[in-house]
Each structure stands twice: as structure tokens, then as C-alpha cells.
């Protein structure tokens, strides 16, 4: 932030009435909290700048020189998901659904996340391909590349919008701040860390995010159950109200459960397409592992990062329960979830909870987590943005053979073409109520498809080329027109809803139609790859795909470090810990 700015947001926030956004007193921040905002700021400002002597060629700027401790990356990667969604969406769907939204992390996150680090990290690290779209060359071809980049880079921009729209909104809501200032001081901040010091400034940035986040949030959660009469007064009060909330799969035969999907709708539309789709082929996440500084530390990079979010819906389902129980009590609890247009506004949940019960200074903590949040999963977009744009789109793309100078400088362009694209994304976004469904929808077109292709290309050696590049077009295509003849009940017919071709299956929930939407997508991909490449000749020989086909791929053995550091069995462990989750709260 600018010394000119940040005394004028002072002075003209220390006291606002926020009752327009459901809530019903004023928030007054003092001193201290804008100390804590402000140092955090700067302190994100001057890692960048630290870093910026290290940036001597380009593998440095996008990928770190592959150089990173695997605990940081791991780090970082848990980070980089920590957008809008994950802290104010879950903590919303945790009021809204109960204790199924830790579906979303226990089946949608963990196994995904165990899968990339035990089998698929070896041929992405080991093939030593700089970006996602890159090893797709390798394994296919240069339009199967040029098809992923141009749809990953048209969803990272999407997802960097929706993240710089959703902070810049939640601050003129909480604090009055003017939308389009909030919007360009987030963007310089963003912009200046990554020109200075490329993915290590993100990385760092991303780790230092991480503990914030846990620093400024966690408290709520131990607050709010001292408030309900801790864990057995929630569960008490809950089961009065709303019984099916403190269970995850007791309801799930049918479709009569908070999330409107049953067992099978959850294990394979968000357990495997969506989950797989987004961790093992997003690269926003993918080149933290590939910034690691060796194959041990590249496999453990996502296994190091399902710890922590294996116990985050601690951190951010529970408040929303909480927020629930509270609201419902036969006493007055002195909270209620804040109330918009007659219903709840589950999406106000966290930062009403948080201007419920912090006192000052720990309300500059847990602002600046909020804005660290939406921050870390900004950056990694545009990192890995400006890496897919340079690598994939402007040095294969582009006549001439480019000089290593010649890359860095178009990294820092595409940097800074990245964040402006971004602020109209961010604009766009502003355009609809509800930017969950629009991010939902774009991950649903696009990763997809790109995980059947990966999961074919990765264990089969049958797949080819021809089944790759036509079987994505095919499942985007069918994504499209799924999502044009579906609506979910009460939803108006639109672009952005579904039914825009016409109205002709209806599913229950918003949620269920991701679902279907997701699983059609990947089911024609899947299946219009293997049937033209069955009905070709076998296009590379096993020499060819040496080190890209998990079966020709030499077994990585670590020297030396403890057993249970060990890839195939810290997945393991993972694997029980979260079964055993699964079973606990069943």
C-alpha cells in the first residue's frame, strides 16, 4: 500500500455503520488494528523485495530454481487454496449444511491430494516439465498444449477476479473502504511482491499467509464454543434443531440430506472428478511441488499440505455451526447469523462472528487474516499465470527463439497484463450475487475434462493425440450443454444458473448440478479419448514415454530419512487418519 493511501483509508474508516450488510452495530477499529494491517502489508511488501536479488534467470522467477524445502512448499500449497471460498464460502456452507461440508475436504481434498504426491508428482517433477500444459506436449502433442493453456489462463484470471472482487467487497462492507480503492491497493500490493521476487516472493508470502490465517481465524471457533457450552452443548443443541447436520453420510441413501446428493453423487462427482480435477492438474497448486528442490520433497509437497487441511474444518466449518446453534437457541445467546432480503445471509457468518466476539487487536488480526486469505490465492494464480503465459503461449507460440532475458521480461509483462485482466474479472464478478456458482461453473468446464485426459495419459500408453485434443473439446462441449439443460429448483433460467437452452432436467441444490455437471464432462472426455485411440495405432513407442507413463516411469527410491517421511507411507497414514474422520462423525 501506497504512504499515501493508507492514511486517507484511516481517516475516513475509524468508525462505520455497517447495518446495510446485515449486521446491527458499528465496527470501530483502532490503532492497533491498523498497526497489525499495515505491518502485515508491509512486511508481504518487503519479502518480495528481499527476494528480488535472487531472480538471475527465468527458472528462478517461475519455478523458485527449484530450490524450495519440501515443508514450505507444502505450506505453500495448502496456502494457495486459501481464497475467498475456502474461508468465508465454507464457513457459510458449515451454518447452511452442518457438518457435511466437511465432505469437501475428507472426500474432496485429502485423497486427491494423497493420489498427486504417492503417483502422479514422479512424472510431473521427473519429466522436469516447467508448467501443466508443458508435460501435456510431452505426452501428446502441441494443440493438446495449446487447448489446456488457453483454458487454464482464461480460469486463472476468473479465479484472481473472483478473489480481488470478494476482498475489495468485504472491505467497503465491514470497514466502508471504497470499492474501487480496496480493489487497486490490493492489486499494487500483489502486483509489487511478485514483479520484485516471482514465485519464491509468492511461496514465502503464502507460508507467512498461512500462519496468519490460523493466528487471526482460529480463536473464533474456541470462542464460539464457550459460547454454546462447548462441544457437548453444541451437539446437544444441534441434535434438537437439526439433527442431520452433525452427520456425514447417515442420510446420504437418497437425496434427502443438507447437500441434496447422495453417497454415490459425493465419492464420484466431488471425490473424484472435482477433487482430482482441481488438485492434480490445477497448476496454480501443481508448481508449488514443482518448486521443490528435489523429487523426495516435490512428493511430499502435497502430502505435507493434506495435514493442516485435513484439521481446517476446525478452523472454518465449526464457526459456522456454532454460528447456527447459536442463532437457534430456546435463550437469547446474544449472536444471530445477520438476516438479508427475510433469510439468513450465511455468507456474513465469519465476519459477523468476528466482530461478535474479537476485541480490538485480535479484530486487526483477524481482518488481516481475511485479507491474507483472499491475497495467497490471488497470487498464485497470477504466478502461474504469467509462467503458462510465457512458457506456454509466448515462447511456443511466437516466431524466434527467445533468450532467457527475453523470457524474464515477458514474465514480468504477462505479471502485469495478468493483474489488469484480473480487475475487469473482478468486475465481471461484481455483475452477480452469488460468485460461488460462477466459480464453480468455470472449474466444472475446465478441470474436468483436463483430469480424464491426465489420468489416461499418465497410466495408459494407448492413449494418443487424436483421443486427447478431441476428447477435451467433446467433454467442454458437453459440460456446456449439460449445464444449458439443467436448472437446480428455484434457480431463475440464465447463463449463469443453467436451463439456457431449455429447462429439461431439474436437480435439487446448486451443489447436485456441479456434481452432474462435472461428471458428464469427464465421462464423454474419458471415453472419446479411449475410443479414438483404440481405433488408432499405438502413436509412441515405450522409449517415447519413458518417465511421462507412471508404468515406464523408473520407481524414485529416497536415501536416508526417517520411514514415515517416506511418501507411499505418509499417504498411507493420511489415508487412515481421514478414514477414520470419516467414520467418527458418520
Known sequence: MSSDLLPALLAATSSVDIRASGFSTSIKLNFVD??????????VMFIGFALKRYMKNSEDFFLSGRAIPGWITGLAFISANLGAQEIIGMAASGAEYGIMTAHFYWVGAIPAM????????????????????????????????????????????FSSGISMHALAELLNLLLGW?????????????????????????????VLQFFMILLGIAPLAWLGLEAVGGWNGLVEKISTTRPEAMHLWKDTAGISNPLGVPWYGILFGLGFVLSFGYWCTNFAEVQRALAARSMGAARRTPLIGAVPKMLFPAVVILPGIIAYALTHMTTNSGYVIPMKDGVSNYNQVLPSMIFHYFPNGMLGLALTALMASFMSGMAANVTAFNTVWTYDIYESKFPGV??????????????????????????????????MSLLQMVFGFVNSPIFATFLLGMFTVRSNSRGAFWGLVAGTTSAFAFHGLSIATGNPVGFIKGGWITPLIELPKEMSQSFYVAG????????TNVVLSLTQAREKTDAQLAGLVYSLTPKHVEEGGKWYTRPAVLGALIIIAVTALNFYFW
Open 402 to 435: 527467445k533468450t532467457d532475458r527475453q523470457l524474464m521480461r515477458m514474465g514480468r509483462y504477462a505479471t502485469i497484463f495478468g493483474v489488469l485482466l484480473s480487475i475487469g474479472c473482478a468486475y465481471f464478478a461484481s455483475n452477480f450475487n452469488n460468485i
Open 34 to 43: 491498523y498497526s497489525i494491517l499495515a505491518a502485515y502489508i508491509l512486511t
Open 520 to 527: 458428464v464432462a469427464f465421462t464423454v472426455t474419458f471415453v
Open 114 to 157: 494423497v493420489f498427486l504426491g504417492v503417483f502422479m508428482m514422479p512424472m510431473y517433477y521427473g519429466s522436469k516439465a516447467r508448467s501443466v500444459p508443458e508435460y501435456l506436449k510431452m505426452r501428446y502433442d502441441e494443440k493438446t498444449r495449446t487447448f489446456n493453456s488457453v483454458s487454464f489462463a482464461v480460469l486463472t484470471l
Open 178 to 206: 471504497n470499492y474501487h480503492v480496496s480493489l487497486l491497493v490490493i492489486s499494487v500490493v500483489v502486483l509489487a511482491y511478485i514483479l520484485k521476487g516471482g514465485l519464491s516472493s509468492a511461496i514465502y508470502n503464502e
